[in-house]
């Protein structure tokens, strides 16, 4: 149970003259797990000029903390560089 690095969800235009665009999390919610579940899920939603998605999270703690996680962009405009973290 250690705690990682503070990242962003997205990556979008950085190191580009045209300026870093930070999406934001406008909304996320927990599924209510059962009281025997060996994990939890999550949902967030994204949001920024250039593009909308939704986070999918499936966390399973433990010795070794894991979480899985699907992601679905929208892009809204044309974006140079796009990157989600590892």
Known sequence: MNYGLSARGLAIDTVLPSGEEFPISEDSGIHEPQPDAKDI??????????????????IRPGKETVIDVELTLFLRKPVAKLASPP
């Open 41 to 58: 899920t999550l949902y967030a939603l994204l949001d920024s000029p250039s593009v909308a998605g939704a986070y999918h999270f499936v």
